[in-house]
C-alpha cells in the first residue's frame, strides 16, 4: 500500500467519525448562497474574500481535493459548474448526499492529485483546493497541473500549512521536531491516527506557485482555530489567490 493509499483510507474513517471537514452544509446554508449570503473556506477559520471568487455563473469549478459537500455546493448555488476531484471515497460520498438532497448535478472524480488531473488543458475557470498539499510529499507537480488545466485568465484560492504544526509538540508547548516533517525520510514520526503527512517550505508552496505560471494577487494567514498555538496568534496556514495569466 503507498502512501496515498494510506491516506485515502484514513480519510474515509475520518468521516465516518464526523471529521469536520467532511460534514456538509446544511439545507439552510445552501439556500442562503442562492439568497447571495455564504462563505467557504480554505484555511480553519478566515473566510475567503468573495472577490477572490468573482462572479460565477456558467464557469466551470474544480475542487480539487475538496471533498465532503462544503465548499462545492455553495459554488453551485452561486451558479457554478462544479467538478470534484478526491482520492476518498466518503468525501464523494457527502458531495453526492449534498447534490442528491438540492437537486443540482455535480461531477465527481475518484483519483490520486499526486498523479495527471484527468482533465484537458485550459478545462477550468477557478480551482479552490482547501488546505490538503500537507498529504502530499512533493507539491509542485500539482501546482503545475493546476497550471495547465486552468483557462487564461483562470483562478487558483488555495490553502497552505506553514510547517508549524509539526514541529510542536502535542500539546503545542515545546518544539519537538525540525522540518522538513517526512514520514516516509523518518518512519519514526508516523501516527496511524494522523495518516501520513509533510511539512512543505514557502519556496515549496509560494515559490512552487510562481515557478508553476502563476501570479499571486492576494494572500492571508490563519490560525487553527484552537490550541496554544491559536491562543497565541501564531498563523499555522497561509491562503493565496493565485492567477493564470493571460498572454499577450
Given amino acids: 500500500m503507498n502512501y496515498q493509499e494510506i491516506n485515502s483510507r484514513t480519510i474515509d474513517s475520518w468521516v465516518d467519525e464526523g471529521w469536520e471537514w467532511g460534514t456538509p452544509v446544511t439545507h439552510e446554508a445552501f439556500k442562503a448562497a442562492r439568497e447571495g449570503r455564504w462563505d ?22 474544480l475542487g480539487l481535493a475538496s471533498g465532503g459537500g462544503q465548499q462545492i455546493p455553495i459554488l453551485t448555488a452561486l451558479g457554478a459548474r462544479c467538478t470534484v476531484l478526491d ?13 442528491g438532497r ?6 465527481l472524480v475518484k483519483a490520486d ?8 488543458d485550459e ?32 483562478r487558483l484560492l488555495i490553502g ?3 510547517g508549524i504544526n509539526y ?18 525520510t523518518n518512519p519514526s514520526l508516523y501516527n496511524e491516527d494522523d495518516g501520513v503527512q509533510f511539512s512543505h517550505s514557502f519556496t515549496e508552496q509560494v515559490g512552487g506557485l510562481a515557478r508553476a505560471g502563476f501570479q499571486i494577487l ?18 499555522s496556514f497561509w491562503a493565496l489567490l493565485a492567477i493564470k495569466p493571460v498572454m499577450c
Avoid at 482520492?87 to 447534490?99: H, I, T
Avoid at 514541529?167 to 516516509?184: A, C, Q, S, T, Y
Wanted: aromatic fraction near 8%; hydrophobic fraction near 35%.
Fill in 102 to 107: 438540492e437537486g443540482y448535478e455535480v461531477t
Fill in 218 to 235: 492576494d494572500a492571508y494567514d490563519d490560525t487553527n482555530g484552537e490550541g496554544r498555538l491559536h491562543e497565541l496568534g501564531i498563523p
Fill in 113 to 120: 492529485m499526486t498523479r495527471p488531473l484527468p482533465f484537458e
Fill in 167 to 184: 514541529i510542536v509538540d502535542e500539546k503545542e508547548e515545546g518544539i519537538v521536531h525540525g522540518l522538513p516533517f517526512n514520514p516516509l
Fill in 123 to 154: 478545462s477550468f475557470d477557478l480551482i479552490i483546493n482547501p488546505v490538503s498539499l500537507c498529504y502530499v510529499e512533493s507539491v509542485e507537480p500539482i501546482l503545475k497541473e493546476c497550471h495547465r488545466v486552468l483557462k487564461p485568465g483562470g
Fill in 40 to 61: 467557504i473556506v480554505l484555511t480553519p477559520t478566515k473566510a475567503v474574500p468573495h472577490e477572490w471568487v468573482g462572479p460565477l455563473e456558467g464557469r466551470h469549478v
Fill in 87 to 99: 482520492y476518498s471515497q466518503r468525501q464523494l460520498d457527502m458531495e453526492r448526499l449534498v447534490a
Fill in 160 to 162: 497552505f500549512d506553514n
